[in-house]
């Protein structure tokens, strides 16, 4: 099946015109005429887009987006699975984009209808994973650590074992792909580690080393940290620096543990049963042009990989030059993709309900 959608994916590029020219920062994005009435449906992570880019692209084009978001890539996944209820554009991390390739739950796309691809920096196009770029584009990237209540610990965090040994209620992230390459790492292991003794080993750290966690939570650990529920949160970075921002303080910081953490990106893709693929098309084309992309960026404080934003300045130089948005080389060695081996994906899953449980007693 994936053979025959690759050659009509190279087909669409061969003889579609294109539907609109690429935007540039001086010349403002356009929707291309015909789509006027028609329905989206989107379905994302709820912290990875700005507050008005949906009305805008309902406004430009003139269609009704509908937008529904998951808390972890695993909600994502298994409801993809199920069978597409529609959904025209799903938005998945580097960890589960292989697995969805492989599963054909993604449809190859249409260049033609998304000029702006060529916004994008050279180094996040043509992934292991998907060369060529034939069923996502690059939208969002991030790093993945410990924030924390600067008041609540009294020091800065800069290590996993001041995380897990902390005297005080912190939260895990309620994610396989997350936690059980932490668990790897702490345990001696690679990260993306499929060997069944390596996770074991990785479950038997998080169980002696989960005394303090009150909360595994569904990617809102940042909203427990301002709440004060706890005092620390394993997190992606976007997502503290959102709660500095709403409370205009630095009571919040965010770590890079100096074990390693992950650097992770989040792609945009068309799920296989797509309703409307040709306008979900457009709709990332309207995510690549520079200005959206910066207004995204900006409003989630997630480094973009749109080259043409950075080169413009339309992103705040204050993210720029913070390493653990945009991280210098120093940060990034000590940096690794969770790339979980598809074979040891049930492995995963099943180690990680078998850690929750045993918390849960």
């Known amino acids: 099946m994936r053979v025959f959608r690759l050659l009509a994916a190279a087909c669409c590029l061969l003889t579609f015109s294109l539907a609109t020219a690429q935007s540039t920062p001086d010349s403002p994005w356009t929707c291309p005429e015909g789509y006027a009435g028609q329905q989206l449906n989107v379905f994302n992570w709820s912290t990875y887009i700005a507050e008005d880019t949906i009305a805008n692209f309902e406004t430009l084009c003139g269609i009704t987006v509908t937008y529904d978001v998951y808390d972890s890539d695993n909600a994502l996944l298994n409801r993809l699975r199920q069978g597409n209820p529609g959904y025209d554009i799903v938005i998945p991390s580097d960890a589960s984009v292989p697995l969805m390739i492989s599963e054909d739950l993604l449809e190859p796309l249409d260049f033609s209808r998304i000029p702006n691809y060529a916004n994008i920096a050279d180094a996040y196009k043509n992934t292991l994973f ?101 005092d620390m949160a394993i997190e992606y970075n976007g997502d503290i620096f959102q709660i500095n921002l709403d409370c205009e303080c630095d009571q919040y910081g965010y770590s890079l543990p100096v074990e390693g953490s992950a650097f992770s990106s989040g792609f945009i893709g068309v799920p296989v049963g797509a309703q409307n693929q040709p306008l979900a098309e457009v709709f990332i084309d309207y995510l690549l042009d520079p200005q959206v992309a910066a207004d995204i960026a900006n409003y989630t404080t997630y480094p973009s990989p749109n080259q043409a ?45 078998e850690v929750k449980i045993a918390i849960s007693e």
């Open 130 to 230: 998907d060369p060529d770029n034939v069923y996502t584009v690059p939208y969002l990237s991030g790093t993945f650590g410990v924030g924390y209540d600067r008041e609540a610990v009294g020091a800065e965090v800069t290590s996993w074992e001041q995380f897990f040994s902390h005297n005080g209620p912190v939260a895990w992230l309620d994610d396989s792909r997350a936690m059980i390459p932490i668990g790897l790492l702490m345990a001696g292991h690679d990260p993306n580690s499929g060997d069944p003794q390596d996770i074991a080993d990785a479950k038997a750290y998080l169980i002696a080393n989960s005394a303090n966690v009150a909360v595994i939570a569904a990617d809102d650990g940042q909203e427990l940290l301002a709440r004060g529920e706890v």
């Open 309 to 353: 934003a950075i080169d413009a300045g339309l992103i705040d130089p204050l993210l720029l030059e913070n390493p653990a948005i945009y991280p210098d080389e120093a940060t990034l060695a000590r940096l690794f993709y969770i790339q979980t081996p598809p074979e040891a994906e049930e492995l995963y899953l099943a180690t990680w309900d």
